[in-house]
């Protein structure tokens, strides 16, 4: 969706929602079939006029149906309740802090919501005092619209730092860069870099980001990922004088594709540079080289040293050394060690390789030890590797739970790490790892909630639907009786190898004291066991996502911690076919879903901006091989007439730039459409949001309450004013 649509849809929804106090339900929208042959199947789209979302009446009748949905939630007797419980447990936890980077000189940059405060900051910690770089919220209050730092790049020797802003949850960012000392902004913004890829030089006096093109009119949005260049820009200088130095168009001789959106590694006293690819969506890509002093010498000399086919993950620059993480021969990971001068990744030696039952996730590198982030189901925990031993050695931790961060410490310059971990009933604590030894670092006191239930976590193993045993994590309030009538909510994603982890979030509290319970599925299509299990819910095996997904929601029912009429499944994302699917293959298991920013209709998904950077993982229509997958796995065509669906709540941001906005109209017209139960299908929007990426402290506290009181409306639990 083009930047001019978003701000329409803002505008429109401003005026509407405004001069509409009370919704009455909106006329069904007409079906305008559009049906097609794609390699002898007829595929029929019946709202695929929705894909237009500048059509008058597609966006009044959104606009209508979001208003609606407000209408039913704010009639819900628990849901002001709950989003009062849910923000006073946000502000209990204190200040939250998220992505921090170490550089050389004792100095931390990290972003930091204050307690009570709506937005992140990009904030500077050295010498035990903190300062405020970059406030987003300025900006907000001037002008009405929410802001958020997408990125952060701090220049080698900490002057500068280049962050990434975008407005209304877009996450369409701008290139701006600060000097630390003055607090002042240097040169100009820098349109259209929305990816993190900005690198400094090694001597902090330039640096490299990667912009996407200026689309014309009339360029459709799928060229919006297309013949991206890495652009080379000295600090201060006029953004015209910025140079392309890679990218398709640049580079026209060394085997490009347009879809290679490419980023480039500088390190402090490395002569190296390394240039990689990826579409933006699978890691796997491919590698360049060249010298650093090539740079202002005319075309740069780039030699390819790696391909997708090498399935290399990671990467990490030191001197003449170039690390990397790959699962080419190796399905749990390892870490490899190239020497630059000697290219050939033949040659390359091993440096640290996952253990028995562990899945290597990440690594940094320090001065003399590789450390590596290591999953066991849902922990993830710390592993050593010293110079010539590749097995390494496993690191006590404070607590059993989730690495969520091994804090990067990119110049290679301290002897010890840092680290956040979490745990499912655990608030998130910073640690500074020397030698054997958590020490705490105060950047994050201890949390403790007044009035939070004790809460039992257990692991199981379900067997799915062809024996297969899928990992699950159930979260309750002790004591509590498995009588079958408890609120329960089953989340999935299982997409891209990513995997669900111990991880602590306050506003769970406000619905496990009501009796509720949690689980978290580890699906095919995670990486919870490496990259196997990841392909074994990619493209043609897709369907094990959903299979597993309904396997672990009858398991939730057998073993009576819930009944259908108090089963709720959720997905959020990718994790939209997860839920989606799980709901038209098995309706009579639940009472109500929350499709969350989700893929709706896959088969039409290539077809947008975002779109297109996600055939790597799930297939293309235009593929007779991959159709078949695609349009099974497809929510919006797989709804059928005469169902009697759970009641479903979609949720979405008119600005996302990931998942466009029309997977949930559509969808959610089509079940209007088709289901017989006569349950509720609201179409929740926020013209103010995107993605969720971005979105404020109170734009999460609203949809968690809204998405709590609408399940416990469904099940029962919660009657309306």
């Not at 894909?51 to 009748?61: A, F, G, L, S, Y």
């Not at 939630?73 to 802090?97: F, K, P, Y």
């Amino acid at each position: 969706m083009t930047p001019s649509v978003r701000a329409l849809l803002r505008a429109c929804t401003a005026g509407l929602l405004a001069a509409t106090a009370l919704a009455a339900a909106a006329a069904p929208p007409p079906v305008r079939d559009t049906a097609e042959s794609i390699f002898g199947t007829t595929v029929h789209d019946p709202y695929r006029y929705f894909e237009n979302v500048r059509d008058p009446q597609v966006r009044d009748w959104m606009l209508a149906e979001s208003a609606r949905a407000r209408q039913a939630l704010d009639r819900i007797e628990v849901r002001d309740a709950l989003e009062q419980r849910i923000t006073q447990l946000s502000a209990a936890t204190g200040d939250a802090i998220q992505r921090i980077v170490r550089m050389p000189g004792d100095r931390l940059f990290f972003l930091k919501r204050l307690r009570g405060q709506s937005q992140y900051k990009l904030v500077l910690r050295e010498g035990g005092r903190e300062r405020v770089l970059v406030d987003p919220q300025a900006l907000a209050a001037k002008t009405g619209v929410p802001h958020a730092i997408n990125y952060f790049v701090p220049s080698w020797d900490g002057r500068y730092v280049a962050y990434g802003l975008s407005a209304g949850g877009s996450e369409e960012a701008s290139l701006s860069v600060l000097d630390v000392r003055t607090g002042q902004p240097v040169g100009e913004p820098i349109p259209r870099v929305h990816e993190p890829n900005v690198s400094w030089l090694p001597d902090s006096r330039s640096f490299t980001y990667n912009q996407l093109r200026a689309l014309t009119p009339e360029e459709p949005e799928t060229e919006t990922y297309l013949d991206s260049s890495v652009m080379w820009q000295r600090v201060g200088a006029p953004a015209g004088e910025a140079r392309a130095v890679f990218g398709p168009t640049v580079n026209k001789q060394i085997g490009l594709v347009r879809l290679d959106v490419g980023s480039l590694l500088f390190a402090p006293g490395s002569p190296w540079v390394v240039a990689r690819t990826t579409d933006t969506t699978v890691p796997e890509g491919s590698l360049f080289i060249a010298h650093v002093a090539d740079f202002g010498r005319g075309d740069v000399p780039w030699q390819r040293i790696a391909s997708p086919e090498d399935s290399i993950v990671d990467i990490e620059l030191k001197g003449d050394e170039l690390f990397f993480r790959t699962h080419k021969d190796a399905p749990l990971y390892k870490v490899m060690k190239l020497d630059l001068r000697r290219p050939q990744l033949s040659r390359a030696v091993e440096v640290a390789r996952a253990p028995k039952g562990g899945v290597l996730e990440g690594f940094n590198v320090g001065p003399d030890a590789v450390m590596a982030s290591v999953r066991e189901g849902t922990a993830i925990g710390l592993r050593e590797y010293r110079p010539g031993d590749t097995e390494g050695k496993p690191i006590a931790l404070p607590f059993h739970g989730g690495v969520a961060d091994l804090h990067d410490d990119p110049a290679h310059a301290y002897h010890d790490w840092l680290y956040t971990l979490a745990g499912w009933t655990q608030a998130p604590r910073t640690y500074r790892l020397q030698g054997t030894q958590s020490v705490d670092t105060g950047l994050r006191p201890p949390v403790k909630i007044p009035g939070a239930p004790a809460v039992e976590v257990t692991e199981v193993q379900v067997r799915s639907h062809d024996g297969v045993l899928v990992p699950m994590t159930i979260l309750h309030r002790k004591g509590l009786a498995r009588d079958g009538s408890n609120p329960t909510l089953l989340d999935g994603y299982g997409s891209y190898g990513f995997s669900e982890t111990a991880h602590y979030n306050p506003s769970r509290i406000a619905w496990l004291e009501r009796g509720g319970v949690l689980a978290f599925a580890n699906v095919r299509g995670s990486g919870v066991h490496g990259d196997a299990w990841h392909r074994a819910g990619f493209k043609a095996t897709k369907a094990n996502t959903w299979k597993d997904g309904i396997a672990c929601a009858q398991y939730l029912i057998a073993q009576r911690y819930a009944s259908p009429a108090t089963m709720a499944v959720m997905g959020t994302s990718a994790g939209g076919i997860f839920v989606g699917r799980a709901v038209t293959d098995a309706p009579q298991l639940f009472a109500a879903a929350i499709f969350n920013v989700g893929v709706m209709d896959a088969v039409r998904a290539e077809e947008s901006a975002n779109g297109i950077t996600n055939i790597s993982e799930f297939g293309s229509w235009r593929d007779p091989k991959e159709f078949p997958a695609l349009l099974a796995m497809s929510t919006y065509h797989q709804i059928r007439d005469g169902v009697a669906y759970p009641a479903v709540m979609l949720v979405h941001g008119l600005n996302d730039p990931r998942v466009d906005v029309w997977h949930s109209a559509k969808a959610a017209a089509r079940l209007q459409a088709a289901s017989t139960s006569g349950k509720p299908v609201l179409l929740r929007l926020d013209a103010q949001a995107g993605h969720g990426v971005g979105s404020t402290a109170q734009q999460r506290n609203s949809l968690q309450a809204d998405i709590y009181s609408f399940l416990l409306w469904q099940m029962g639990k919660a009657g309306t004013r």
